[in-house]
T-cell receptor
Framework: SQQGEEDPQALSIQEGENATMNCSYK?????LQWYRQNSGRGLVHLIL?????REKHSGRLRVTLDTSKKSSSLLITASRAADTASYFC???????????FGQGTRLTINP | NAGVMQNPRHLVRRRGQEARLRCSPM?????VYWYRQLPEEGLKFMVY????????ESGMPKERFSAEFPKEGPSILRIQQVVRGDSAAYFC?????????????FGPGTRLLVL
């Protein structure tokens, strides 16, 4: 069943601005992951945050996790045209190993 | 290091034919997952396999779909008697034996079109 819900569904910003995407889920998770998918391509893993972590950084990416609200956010700072893609959050439930994906946020960076 | 490999990348079948999708996991990975993506949607889990074992097939349709991961060779997702609704992108992912809940590495996908 689908549980990750991304917000917004689509986001269009100017190059250099920051982009924030949110994800909500419903179950008790082991970890939450963010993936990027360029149009017509496969998925690229961006970052994983465990249920006992609150914030994680990787380059221009910052992910937060609030397990009390069952939500996560992905912040991309100083956006570039190459960041244009769909971004998906995916959760791994406690005791499970499959990823449960949200519907994704389509991010467009305008030059 | 080769990543996850899938073939074919594109597959066209007529209704009623069979589709066979192949996935070779990353070197050293013995956990394989199959996901399906419909246009403009997220990926949906289908099946999770380890070598010679189906661990979780809760996302597999009850009929026409089967998956295997033999001791030797790639994982195969088989769709019998395809229908137009099977048209989608099918992605395979693999993960390390030691940390299966951690990062899954995705292949480029097979785009199936049923005419």
């Amino acid at each position: 069943s689908q549980q990750g819900e991304e917000d917004p569904q689509a986001l269009s910003i100017q190059e250099g601005e920051n982009a924030t995407m949110n994800c909500s889920y419903k179950t008790s998770i082991n970890n939450l992951q963010w993936y990027r998918q360029n149009s017509g391509r496969g998925l690229v893993h961006l970052i994983l945050i465990r249920s006992n972590e609150r914030e994680k950084h990787s380059g221009r990416l910052r992910v937060t996790l609030d397990t009390s609200k069952k939500s996560s956010s992905l912040l991309i700072t100083a956006s570039r045209a190459a960041d244009t893609a769909s971004y998906f959050c995916a959760t791994v439930d406690q005791g499970a190993q499959k990823l449960v994906f949200g519907q994704g946020t389509r991010l467009t960076i305008n030059p | 290091n080769a990543g996850v490999m899938q073939n074919p990348r594109h597959l066209v079948r007529r209704r009623g034919q069979e589709a066979r999708l192949r996935c070779s996991p990353m070197k050293g990975h013995s956990h394989v997952y199959w996901y399906r993506q419909l246009p403009e949607e997220g990926l949906k889990f289908m099946v999770y396999l380890q070598k010679e074992n189906i661990i979780d097939e809760s996302g597999m349709p009850k009929e026409r779909f089967s998956a295997e991961f033999p001791k030797e060779g790639p994982s195969i997702l088989r769709i019998q008697q395809v229908v137009r609704g099977d048209s989608a992108a099918y992605f395979c992912a693999s993960s390390s034996s030691n940390r299966p809940r951690e990062t899954q590495y995705f292949g480029p996908g097979t785009r199936l079109l049923v005419l």
